[in-house]
């Protein structure tokens, strides 16, 4: 409890007067709340209350717990950027070095909306570590923008160096690409109708089998079978001068390209069959076998974190909206999501570990030391 009220000790109260419940004790009991399956400041009051005792061991809880209008209306007054940066100081510690892989893609938190006042609900542009299976840090993205302005200040905020981006067709962009590269980290981008040139090029320069076979494209196959259901899944990966000097000339520069892919997919279950074919360009090595591992392991970011917080987190049902409140409380959500999978004693699922800390003060601990 200690340690997790000093990565937070520099956020700044928005409330000038009458302060009767210390902004530090009101985020530990978020953060505590949030672990233990409160999803709601009605509940985070009701847990606060059901745990005074065991609280009032480690918080100053001058004027006892704050009600739930209170927990709503100072979260909605905070900065946004003043909880970042306890998270990110939270992640540094528990995350020390990241390995290769970060996946970048955005989510939105559907219920958090007020159409009454005109306001649409949040969108978040989320950064996943693949091989640590962490949230690195997170952006929203502004009401009249999109995951292509987010994207650049989400990248600032990391040290992504040495590291593979992969993200979807809407961050195939040139300026996010020099970005990338600026930061000595290297990318793999999808394409699509967003980057029509580009993608229709590529779909060119791939549709002869017999011209990949010529300019010696790397190739790599896989088969899974399970559950009924065979995927086939093919690569090919390029950095033929004459391709790349192609794309140069038709489309312009981008920033340390050196490999084209192409992706063909096949999905067999029972008599039917499925295809589908992706594009994509790269700054790393054309090894076939590799930059099909990235792509594949890009949508963990959907299995492993925007799916658990829809099932263990109810993120998706949570009506939190006023102010500043639901991006705030989306960013304690990931902070509870990373601890609890870095405490691997209790070998259940996320919604099971959070209701074992709720009934178990040690297993909490246990959560809160990782």
């Given at each position: 409890?200690e340690?997790?009220?000093?990565?937070f000790?520099?956020?700044?109260?928005p409330?000038?007067?009458?302060v009767?419940h210390?902004?530090?004790?009101?985020?530990?009991?978020?953060?505590?709340g949030?672990i233990?399956?409160?999803?709601?400041?009605?509940?985070?009051?009701?847990?606060?209350?059901?745990?005074?005792?065991?609280?009032?061991?480690?918080?100053?809880?001058?004027?006892?717990?704050?009600?739930?209008?209170?927990?709503?209306?100072?979260?909605a007054q905070?900065e946004?950027?003043?909880?970042?940066?306890?998270?990110?100081?939270c992640?540094a510690?528990?995350?020390?070095?990241i390995?290769?892989q970060?996946?970048?893609?955005g989510?939105?938190?559907?219920?958090?909306?007020?159409?009454?006042?005109?306001?649409?609900a949040?969108?978040?542009v989320?950064a996943?570590?693949?091989?640590?299976g962490?949230?690195?840090?997170?952006?929203?993205?502004?009401e009249?923008?999109?995951?292509?302005?987010?994207i650049p200040y989400l990248?600032?905020?990391?040290n992504?160096?040495?590291?593979?981006?992969?993200?979807?067709?809407?961050?195939?962009?040139?300026?996010?690409?020099?970005?990338?590269i600026?930061s000595q980290?290297?990318?793999?981008?999808?394409?699509?109708?967003?980057q029509?040139?580009?993608?229709?090029?590529?779909?060119?320069?791939?549709?002869?089998?017999?011209?990949?076979k010529?300019?010696?494209?790397?190739?790599?196959?896989?088969?899974?079978k399970g559950?009924?259901?065979?995927e086939?899944?093919?690569?090919?990966?390029?950095?033929?001068?004459e391709?790349?000097d192609?794309?140069a000339?038709?489309?312009?520069?981008?920033a340390?390209?050196?490999?084209?892919?192409?992706?063909?997919?096949q999905?067999?279950i029972?008599?039917?069959?499925?295809?589908e074919?992706?594009?994509?360009?790269?700054s790393?090595?054309?090894d076939?076998?590799?930059?099909?591992?990235?792509?594949?392991?890009?949508?963990q970011?959907?299995?492993?974190?925007?799916?658990?917080?829809?099932?263990?987190?109810?993120?998706d049902?949570?009506?939190?909206?006023?102010?500043y409140a639901?991006?705030?409380?989306?960013?304690?959500?990931?902070?509870?999501l990373?601890?609890?999978?870095?405490?691997?004693?209790a070998?259940?699922?996320?919604?099971?570990?959070r209701?074992?800390?709720?009934?178990?003060?040690n297993?909490?601990?246990?959560?809160l030391?990782?």
């Open positions: 409890i340690k997790l009220q000093e990565h000790a520099e956020v700044k109260d409330r000038a007067v009458n009767s210390r902004l530090l004790d009101m985020i530990v009991i978020t953060i505590c949030l233990s399956g409160a999803d709601s400041w009605t509940e985070i009051e009701a847990y606060g209350n059901a745990k005074l005792g065991w609280l009032n061991r480690f918080l100053e809880l001058p004027h006892g717990i704050a009600s739930h209008d209170t927990f709503g209306r100072v979260f905070l946004p950027a003043e909880i970042r940066s306890g998270f990110l100081s992640v510690v528990i995350a020390e070095m390995e290769k970060i996946a970048i893609d989510k939105q938190v559907r219920r958090s909306h007020d159409r009454t006042n005109g306001k649409n949040i969108h978040m989320n996943w570590a693949v091989e640590n962490l949230v690195l840090g997170q952006e929203k993205v502004g009249k923008t999109n995951e292509i302005v987010a990248l600032q905020l990391l992504i160096a040495k590291c593979v981006i992969t993200i979807d067709a809407m961050g195939c962009q040139k300026k996010i690409t020099e970005q990338i600026a980290a290297d990318y793999v981008l999808a394409t699509k109708e967003n029509k040139n580009l993608h229709s090029t590529l779909e060119k320069l791939f549709e002869d089998p017999e011209e990949r010529a300019t010696g494209c790397d190739y790599h196959k896989t088969t899974d559950h009924g259901r065979i086939i899944r093919e690569c090919w990966a390029t950095d033929a001068p391709y790349l192609y794309i000339e038709d489309i312009g520069q981008w340390g390209l050196r490999s084209l892919v192409l992706i063909r997919s999905r067999r029972g008599d039917e069959t499925s295809s074919t992706r594009l994509f360009i790269s790393c090595a054309p076939a076998k590799q930059l099909l591992q990235y792509i594949r392991s890009h949508w970011v959907e299995n492993k974190l925007h799916w658990v917080l829809d099932m263990a987190f109810r993120e049902e949570c009506r939190i909206r006023q102010g639901a991006e705030n409380f989306a960013i304690l959500r990931q902070l509870c990373n601890l609890l999978k870095r405490e691997t004693s070998k259940v699922g996320i919604k099971a570990k209701l074992k800390a709720g009934w178990d003060m297993y909490l601990f246990k959560v030391s990782v």
